[in-house]
């Protein structure tokens, strides 16, 4: 049974930083894209970062790009989420996703159409 397990929300001033860990368990994650999404109260979830399991080819959706990183630990099946700079409309639920893939192709990792899903984490981002 996979399990995605977030971690790391919580209330920053504007301008703070927080990490976001994903713990993923259950398989093996060879051929996965592992995803960052958000979704804010009224407002659609979008797709802030993607990469591959592999560590390579990463997404980022406009708005977040210079200030996010997302990175993975294979040897601890565990992705990142890295969140410099952070600003009040970053504030959402952010959920951790994955996804089995053909090849590892970044043009299509912001597609909502993730296999897994955790439970999701509060990030609150006070101005």
């Known amino acids: 049974q996979v399990q995605l397990v977030e971690s790391g929300g919580g209330l920053v001033q504007a301008g703070g930083s927080l990490r976001l860990s994903c713990a993923a368990s259950g398989r093996t994650f060879s051929m996965y894209a592992m995803g960052w999404f958000r979704q804010a109260p009224g407002k659609e979830r979008e797709c802030v970062a993607a990469i591959s399991w592999s560590g390579g080819s990463p997404y980022y959706t406009d708005s977040v790009k210079g200030r996010f990183t997302v990175s993975i630990d294979n040897a601890k099946n565990t992705q990142y989420l890295q969140m410099n700079s952070l600003k009040p409309e970053d504030t959402a639920v952010y959920y951790c996703?994955?996804?089995?893939?053909?090849?590892?192709?970044?043009?299509?990792?912001?597609?909502?159409?993730?296999?897994?899903w955790g439970q999701g984490t509060q990030v609150t981002v006070s101005s």
């Open positions: 996703a994955a996804k089995k893939v053909d090849t590892y192709y970044s043009g299509n990792y912001y597609l909502d159409d993730y296999d897994y």
